[in-house]
C-alpha cells in the first residue's frame, strides 16, 4: 500500500554518544514544506510497530532529505538506532505541528538540555537568519553526551556550554548562565528551551521574575500526530491544549510542567521493561561470533 | 438472554425452511403464515468466552437462517425500507433474490448502491434506518421484529467475498483528470471508488499508515473484522486508486498545493470530524483519562491487545467508567473488558431509551458483563499524588422535558454528588472538527463548530473542492458519510465532464 516510489531511506547516520543517534532520511515531500519547529511521527514497522514523535534537526530540500536526532529509550528508538544507511524507515508522517513564530525581538537565548539541543538548532538558525542577537546555552550530564556544538557555534554569537559534572565547560546547570543573562541590562527579549521537562520546567521558572517571554518545545506521547488521540494534551493556563496541533511549542510560564511529567510516565512500567530487553538483547548481539551456538 | 449456538439457530432454520419452501412451491403460503415466521437470531459467539478474545462477535446467518429470514419480507410495492435508507439500496429487490437462492444477484442489486456492503451490513444502525420503516416489524408492533434487512445485507456479502466472487466494477477509459481524495474513511473510499470508475485518475490521501479510517482505528475488530475493511480497500486499489499513506494534507502538502502545484483537477476532504471532546471538568487530564479515540486506536490499529508483539502500550486497568451513550462508547467499554479490566461501568446521562448506540451493541455489552449506570454525569475525576485516576465524582440527573431532539433532556439533581471508584476513565462525548486543514486552507468556508459548509452537490465555497462526512456532518454514521461521498463523486464526475 506505499506509494509510487521508496520513501525514508537512512542515507547517512552517526552515533553522537553512547544512546544517541543522528540519520538523515530521505523523505523530499517533508524536507521541502517543513519550518523551525515541527516534527514527525515515526513507525517501524506498520503491523506491531509503535508511533513515536520525533523532532527534525535538519533538513535539506534539495537533497530531498530530513535529519533527526534521537536517543534510544524505549523499544522503538532502540530499533531505529539498529538500522544502518541504507535501511528505510516504513512510516514517516509530518511535518506535524506548528512551526515557530520567527522574528526580530532583538536578544534570544537559547537553551538546549541533552538531545534538546537537535530541534532547537533550527530554530537558532531562523532566530539568527531574522537578525536576532543570538545566545545559546548548551547544557549536558557529561562531555560525551553534548552534540550540536560546532553546529550551534557557526551561528551564535555567543555561546555556553555547561556539563553536571563539570567535565566540559562550566560546572552548571544550564539556568545558571540563563539566570545571569536575565540579569544583564537589557534582558534577553527572548528565551527558547528545549530539553528535559524538567529542565523547562526550571528556565521557565528561571525567567519568571524577569518576566522574559519563555518558550518551550513539548515532546509528549501521541499516537497519530494529528489532533485525532488527545493523548498528547497539556495544561496550559487552565486550558487543556494538545500538543500536536495546538503546539509543540508553548509559553513555558503557563505550561502545568508537573502534569505534564505526570502524563509522560504513564507507561513507564512497560518503557523500562522494553529498556532492560533491549540492552540485554544489545549485549547479546555483541557477543564474540562462534562460542556456543 | 440465552445463548444459542450456531448449529442449534442452523438446525432450527433448516426444518422450518423446508416446510415453509414445501408450501410455498405448493402455493398455500399465506401472509399471515408469513407474518409468523420466527425472526432469525444471529448467531453469535458465546458472551462468556468472547469477553475475553477479539473476534467478531457476530458469527453472520447461515444459508438457511438467511432464506428464511429473507421469507419473512412482505415485498412491499411502496418499499418504505428504501426510503429509510440513505444510499437507497434496493431492499426488497435483494431480499425477493435471497427468497430465490439467488446470492449473487442479490449482492449485485445492494452494489448498485451501496460499495461497502460487508461493512454497512455490520454497522448501520438500521432499527434507526430501513428497519424503523419494515411493514413486518409495524404489524408485529415491535420493531426489534422488523426484517434484519442489515444482516442479510451482510450475508450476501459475506458470501460473495467467500466465494471469491468479488470483482472490481469496470473502469472507463482514462480521462488524463485527476482527483485528490482526502481521508480514506466510508467517504472518501466511496468518492474514490465512485470518480475512478468514470476514469478519471484518483489518490487516495491518508495520515495513517494504514486506509480505512474509523473503519480501522475506530470499530474494534470484534464488531467489523480487519480483513473486511482491507478486501474492500483492495479493490480500490484494483480499480487503479492509488492511496498515499502517511500524508497529512495541509502539513505535507497544502490542499491548494494539490490543486495548483500538483495537477489534480478536483478534490474531496473527507477528514472526519476527528478532534476528540473531553469532559471540561477537573481532572480530565489525569494519567488514565483517555478519549474513546485514544484508546481505541491504541487497541485496534496498533493492536495493543497482543501485547507480547505490540510495541504500543496499552493502560493497565481493573476498573473502567466509560462516559457516554454511543457507539464508541459501547466499543470502549467492550474493549476495555477484552484487555482485562475486572469492571466496566458505563457512564450516561440519561437512559438505555435515550442512548444512541446501535440496539444490538447494547444488548451485546450488556451480555459481555458491561454495568451500565443511567442518570449519572462526572463533576470531577480524583487522582493521586501522582496523578492517576483513582475515581471520579458522579451527580445524579433526571429526565426533564424533551430537547430540541426529541430526547427527554436529563436535569441534574443539585447535592447528589457520590464518589465512583475507578482507575481509568475513557470519554466517548464524540468529536468536534479537526481544525487543521481547514487552518492551512484559505477561503475553505466553515459554520461556527468547524464544519464544512457545503452546498447540495457537497461543493465548498473553493472552487473544485467538495467535501462530505463528518467534517461536514459532526459526528454521524458509516453509512451517511458514505451518502455524501455518493452526492460529492455525482458532482465531481459531472464537473470533470464539462472541463
Redesign the interface.
Known amino acids: ?4 516510489f521508496p ?1 525514508n531511506r537512512i542515507i547517512r547516520k552517526k552515533q553522537l554518544s553512547a544512546e544517541v543517534f543522528e540519520i538523515e532520511v530521505e523523505a523530499p ?2 524536507a521541502q ?1 517543513r519550518k523551525a519547529g515541527q516534527f514527525v511521527i515515526v ?2 514497522d ?6 513515536i514523535p520525533l523532532t527534525i534537526a535538519d533538513a535539506d530540500p534539495k537533497r530531498g532529505t530530513i535529519t533527526m536526532v534521537f536517543q534510544t529509550v524505549g ?2 528508538t532502540h530499533r531505529l538506532g539498529a538500522k544502518q544507511e541504507g535501511d528505510f524507515v ?7 505541528g506548528n512551526p515557530t513564530h520567527i522574528e526580530r525581538f532583538g536578544r534570544v537565548v537559547c537553551v538546549g538540555g541533552g538531545i534538546g539541543v537537535a530541534p532547537l538548532h533550527p530554530i537558532a538558525q531562523a532566530m539568527k537568519a531574522a537578525g536576532n542577537y543570538l545566545i545559546v546555552i548548551i547544557g549536558a550530564r557529561t562531555k560525551d553526551l553534548v552534540i550540536f556544538e560546532d553546529r550551534m557555534r557557526a551561528i551564535a554569537d555567543e555561546l555556553i556550554i555547561v556539563t553536571d559534572d563539570g567535565s566540559y565547560g562550566r560546572k552548571a546547570l544550564v539556568t545558571e548562565p540563563l539566570k545571569e543573562y536575565c540579569e544583564k541590562s537589557p534582558p534577553p527579549d527572548l528565551a527558547v528551551a528545549i530539553g528535559p521537562p524538567i529542565m523547562m520546567k526550571f528556565c521557565a521558572e528561571t525567567t519568571r521574575p524577569f518576566k522574559v517571554p519563555t518558550v518551550v518545545s513539548l515532546n509528549t506521547i501521541m ?2 500526530g ?6 498528547c ?3 496550559v493556563g487552565g486550558e ?1 491544549k ?1 500538543v500536536c ?1 495546538d503546539g509543540p511549542e508553548f509559553d513555558g510560564h503557563l505550561v ?1 510542567f ?2 505534564m511529567m ?2 509522560l ?3 513507564k ?3 523500562d521493561q ?1 529498556h532492560h530487553k533491549c540492552h540485554l538483547e544489545l549485549q547479546i548481539e555483541q557477543l564474540p561470533a562462534g562460542g556456543s551456538r | 438472554m440465552e445463548h444459542h449456538s450456531k448449529e442449534l439457530l442452523d438446525r432450527q432454520a433448516q426444518t422450518l425452511l423446508q416446510e415453509l419452501l414445501a408450501k410455498k412451491q405448493a402455493g398455500t403460503l399465506t401472509p399471515r403464515e408469513r407474518l409468523a415466521i420466527p425472526p432469525q437470531e444471529m448467531p453469535s459467539q458465546d458472551p462468556q468466552e468472547r469477553a475475553h478474545n477479539v473476534e467478531e462477535v457476530a458469527l453472520g446467518y447461515t444459508e438457511a437462517q438467511a432464506r428464511l429470514e429473507a421469507e419473512r419480507c412482505l415485498q412491499c410495492k411502496n418499499a418504505p425500507c428504501v426510503k429509510g435508507c440513505p444510499v437507497q439500496v434496493p431492499i426488497p429487490r435483494f431480499i425477493g433474490e435471497i427468497q430465490k437462492g439467488n446470492f449473487k444477484a442479490a449482492i449485485d442489486a445492494i452494489k448498485e448502491t451501496n460499495l461497502l456492503p460487508a461493512v454497512c451490513g455490520r454497522v448501520c444502525p438500521q432499527e434507526k434506518q430501513c428497519q424503523l420503516e419494515c411493514t413486518v416489524g409495524k404489524s408485529l408492533k415491535d420493531i426489534n421484529k422488523a426484517v434484519s434487512i442489515g444482516r442479510l445485507e451482510r450475508f450476501v456479502a459475506d458470501w460473495e467475498r467467500e466465494q471469491g466472487l468479488v470483482t472490481p466494477p469496470p473502469v472507463k477509459p482514462k480521462t488524463g483528470k485527476r482527483v485528490a481524495v482526502i481521508g480514506s474513511g466510508p467517504a472518501g473510499i466511496t468518492v474514490a471508488a465512485d470518480v475512478a470508475r468514470e476514469g478519471h485518475e484518483v489518490v487516495l490521501f491518508e ?5 480505512g479510517g474509523v473503519m480501522v ?1 475506530g470499530i474494534p475488530e470484534f464488531r467489523l473484522p480487519k480483513r473486511i475493511v482491507e478486501a474492500e ?1 483492495e479493490l480500490l ?1 484494483k480499480m487503479g486508486v ?7 494534507v495541509g ?3 497544502t490542499l491548494q498545493q494539490l490543486l495548483e502545484e500538483d495537477g489534480f483537477d478536483a478534490a474531496f476532504v473527507g477528514v ?1 470530524a ?3 471532546k ?1 469532559l471540561g471538568c477537573p481532572g ?5 483519562v ?2 474513546a ?2 484508546y481505541l ?2 487497541a485496534n490499529l ?2 495493543a491487545y ?1 501485547t507480547s ?5 496499552i ?2 486497568s481493573r476498573i473502567v467508567a466509560v462516559v457516554g451513550g454511543g457507539n464508541v462508547a459501547m466499543d470502549a467499554a467492550r474493549m476495555a473488558l477484552r484487555l482485562g479490566a475486572e469492571q466496566v461501568h458505563v457512564i450516561y446521562r440519561r437512559t438505555r431509551e435515550e442512548m444512541p448506540a446501535r440496539v444490538e451493541e447494547v444488548a451485546h455489552a450488556i451480555e459481555e458483563g458491561v454495568v451500565f449506570n443511567f442518570l449519572r454525569n462526572p463533576t470531577r475525576i480524583l487522582g493521586n499524588e ?3 485516576v483513582v475515581a471520579m465524582e458522579l451527580q445524579k440527573f433526571e429526565l426533564g422535558e424533551p430537547d430540541a431532539s426529541g430526547r427527554r433532556s436529563p436535569v441534574a439533581i443539585p447535592g447528589s454528588e457520590y464518589v465512583f471508584e475507578c482507575d481509568t476513565v475513557i470519554v466517548a462525548l464524540g468529536n468536534e472538527s ?3 486543514l481547514i487552518k492551512t486552507t484559505e477561503g475553505l468556508a466553515v459554520d461556527k463548530k468547524g464544519r464544512i459548509l457545503v452546498g447540495e452537490d457537497q461543493k465548498t465555497s473553493l472552487d473544485r473542492v467538495y467535501a462530505g462526512g463528518d467534517i461536514v456532518l459532526g459526528s454521524a454514521t458509516v453509512i451517511l458519510a458514505m451518502g455524501e461521498g455518493r452526492e460529492a463523486a455525482r458532482a465531481i464526475n459531472k464537473l470533470l465532464a464539462e472541463k
Open positions: 500500500m506505499k506509494g509510487r520513501l515531500l517533508i514544506n513507525q517501524i506498520s503491523e506491531w510497530g509503535e508511533r523499544a522503538s516504513e512510516n514517516i508522517l509530518g511535518p506535524l499516537i497519530d494529528t489532533g485525532m488521540c488527545g493523548g494534551r497539556v495544561s487543556t494538545f496541533v502545568d508537573d502534569n505526570q502524563r510516565r504513564a507507561y512500567e512497560r518503557e522494553d | 495520515a495513517f499508515h494504514k486506509p482505528y480497500i486499489t492509488r492511496i498515499e499513506t502517511n500524508f497529512l502539513r505535507t502538502r472526519g476527528g478532534l476528540p473531553f480530565e487530564n489525569l494519567v488514565g483517555f478519549s479515540n485514544e486506536t491504541r496498533m493492536k497482543d508483539r505490540a510495541a504500543t502500550p493502560y493497565k501522582q496523578g492517576r479537526n481544525p487543521l
